[in-house]
Structures are given as C-alpha cells and as structure tokens.
C-alpha cells in the first residue's frame, strides 16, 4: 500500500458533498499529525475558500504546479494549492518546458515533486464533477479514489457512472489505483430509504472489490454555512457530531490507504 497516499475525491455527479470530504480528510489527516498536501483540481476554488489557512503567500495556483511550479507550505509545514479560473483551459496551453501538450501525468509529477521537496505524508485532491483535463489529471495522480454518494438511486447512478469513468481512464492511460471507495454522505439514518439504498450501496460495490466504509455521513445543513466562512467542520462545537463521523472516516481511510488497523466509526 502507499506509503505516502494521494487521495483523489471524485465523483462525476455534482452535490455529493465531495469538497466537504476532501476538506474534512485534510484537516482531519492534519490533527492526527500528518502534514498534508491539499490540491483544488475543481476551478470554482471552494477547497481553496475552505482552506484558506493553508495557503501560503508565494505559493503556486494548481495551474503553475501542472505547470512545473513549486509549492510554498506554511511554517507549520502544510500547504493548500489554491485553483483560478484559468484550470478550466490549462490543456489548450503548451508545457513552458518542453512547449509540447500537457501530459495528463504533469500533475502527479508536480505533487510527486512538492512531496519529495517539502515532506508531505498524504496529499488530497478535490476535483470537478466534469469528466475534463484537471480531473482525469487529478485520477491520474491518486494512488486511491473516494467517491461520496447520496443514499439514493441517482447516487448510485453516479458511482456506476464514476467506475466508467475509472475503467476508461484505466484502459487509456494504463492507470491502476491501489484502492477504489466510496462514502455514503448526507445520509439520514432514520429515513427507510436512505438505509436500504446504503445498504444496498454496500452489498452491489463490495461484491466488486471497491471499499463501502461503514461511516455514513449525516446530513447537516450547518457544514456548508461553515465552510462558507472558511471554519472547518471540527471547529464549531455544534457541528461535533459531524465533526466526530468524519474523523472515523479520516482515520479508516489513513487505515486503508496505508495498510494498517481498520479503523472504522459507527453511524
């Protein structure tokens, strides 16, 4: 497994709290000691707004580090790489190094290369549910895929639809992950639907050999009021039961991508 994980969160449908995860994985990957590498592969920059903390003055934009800029930690050795508007058509520009197309592997060397420099021990990678350069990019780059999905059928929908996506990219471009997850997210407990479509989730991916975590993420309407303020969700004391569930999603995913303990939370 990887000694050091890259961790893309994908998902090809929009409003699965994708951006929410990959905030609440680097933070939680931060508080138990890691330094993180965060990356925003999505052009609209809400990990960036998210993660503002993290962002150091002098330090690259996603586009410069495909690009073959350096990234800039902060002094406490983390570091956000913000994204502009501009991702959205860094393929139409040549590599200033070379003046040949970008590669869809440039941004794995860039991050490969921001770890070796700086001593990250885990990367996050948030992405836009647009199936264009920066996210196959950001596939390409990721030793694990996790997928947030709504306990509901337009969810699964969007895993099915995530794992085409996956085979083609690994068909193509001859890409292999160490693992493929999935996460079931805004999901209410006490609604019959929301538990059989989980349960469901759990029963179809697994029989393929990608990890459902046990971890189901309650839908709070207060996370995204948060964020929007640039706070993180283990922050504000009323958000600690969210708080709560995404630190065990945090420490089964540093469990699976590394190979150690499983340790997964309950509901």
Request: net charge negative.
């Amino acid at each position: 497994m990887a000694d050091r994980p890259i961790v893309a969160v994908a998902n090809v449908k929009g409003g699965t709290g994708k951006t929410t995860t990959a905030a609440a994985l680097a933070d939680g990957m931060r508080r138990m000691g890691a330094r993180v590498l965060a990356v925003d592969c999505d052009p609209q920059g809400d990990l960036s707004r998210i993660q503002g903390d993290y962002i150091a003055e002098g330090t690259c934009t996603t586009t410069d580090l495909i690009k073959g800029a350096d990234v800039v930690p902060t002094a406490e050795g983390q570091a956000t790489v913000p994204t502009t508007d501009e991702l959205e058509y860094v393929d139409s520009e040549p590599d200033p190094r070379t003046g040949q197309p970008l590669s869809y592997y440039a941004l794995a060397e860039g991050v490969r290369r921001a770890m070796d420099a700086h001593g990250f021990d885990a990367c996050v990678i948030d992405t836009h549910p647009e199936k264009n350069f920066p996210t196959t990019s950001a596939l390409i780059a990721a030793t694990h895929v996790l997928i947030p999905s709504e306990a509901e059928a337009f969810g699964v929908q969007g895993v099915v639809a995530m794992e085409s996506y996956l085979d083609a990219i690994a068909e193509d471009l001859d890409k292999e992950w160490e693992g493929v997850g999935v996460v079931i997210t805004k999901y209410r407990r006490t609604t019959t639907m929301h538990r059989r479509v989980a349960d469901s989730v759990a029963a179809q991916f697994g029989a393929q050999g990608v990890r459902v975590f046990d971890q189901r993420i309650s839908r709070t309407i207060q996370i995204p009021e948060a964020q929007a303020e640039g706070r993180s969700v283990y922050d504000e004391s009323y958000l600690h039961g969210a708080a709560a569930q995404y630190m065990w999603l945090t420490q089964s995913v540093v469990a699976w991508a590394m190979g150690g303990e499983d340790g997964e939370g309950g509901e």
